[in-house]
């Protein structure tokens, strides 16, 4: 398969993957907790790397946790490929403008002082094509000095949810059953399985099974080191991250 073929391909299973997103929005926010800790992280980088940010785009923008913590910048847009999450956004933070799209495919005709990609929704993308083209796509939507703040699942964190026994959590009344497994490479499959509480004593069944990549970190500096600078990246711990780190949090500079 060629590259663009590959790149079409994820594409299109990333928005069938999206859709579903439609049944687990009403659970998003329960599951998730508030997006006040990112909306801090972004912040904060914001203010420690001196950048006059008016103008804010985050991708993969779910339920607007995180924007609703940046109503400090003017403007504000949220993109997302599930329309349940956005109508969910759309009441938590009106001021915001948000888009109906794909975050691997899009172009809003403007830049912004900040990009943001938190959630580990960039690992969403099927393909590392996919991932080549968002931030392809991020650095034409940055202007030259602006900020691209994301964060990631790497490989070791995939390979041991995919070892570990499924997750159950019981949250408002409901059941969550989650089993990661893998697909192959560095592939994984999320299935997620929501028993939904009717109030009589019946329950009734959301399931989901959602994709994360993992890719090493290098390939990720790699690929962006010739439209970015990188400015800051941590783990958990706030020490370096690895590929063995369970998450990596990176800031870059779009050169220009």
């Known amino acids: 398969m060629s590259s663009m073929s590959a790149a079409r391909h994820g594409l299109s299973t990333r928005m069938e993957s999206m859709r579903e997103y439609q049944q687990f929005a009403q659970f998003y ?101 996919l991932w080549e083209s968002l931030f392809e796509g991020v650095a034409r939507h940055l202007k030259p000095g602006g900020l691209f703040i994301f964060d990631l699942n790497t490989t070791g964190r995939l390979h041991q949810l995919v070892a570990s026994p499924p997750w159950v959590h019981d949250f ?22 929501v028993f939904a509480s009717s109030g009589d004593g019946t329950f009734t069944l959301h399931h989901e099974n959602i994709q994360e990549l993992g890719v090493a970190l290098e390939t990720v500096r790699t690929t962006l080191a010739t439209e970015f600078d990188l400015l800051h990246e941590e783990d958990d711990s706030g020490g370096l991250p690895t590929d063995e780190s369970s998450r990596a949090y990176f800031v870059y500079r779009r050169l220009g």
Do not use: Q
């Open 29 to 129: 926010d329960a599951l998730m907790g508030d997006g006040s800790s990112r909306s801090a992280r972004i912040l904060e980088a914001i203010d420690r790397f001196d950048v006059d940010a008016t103008s804010l785009l985050e991708l993969g923008c779910g339920t607007g946790s995180v924007l609703d913590g940046l109503d400090s910048i003017p403007t504000l847009v949220g993109l997302d490929a599930s329309a349940g999450m956005l109508s969910a956004a759309a009441a938590k933070v009106p001021s915001a403008e948000l888009v109906l799209g794909d975050m691997a495919d899009f172009d809003l005709g403007t830049t912004f002082d900040v990009v943001a990609c938190v959630y580990d929704t960039v690992n969403h993308l099927v393909n590392y094509e």
């Open 172 to 193: 408002d009344g409901n059941t969550l059953i989650m089993n990661v497994r893998s697909n192959g490479d560095e592939a994984t499959i999320w299935d997620i399985r």
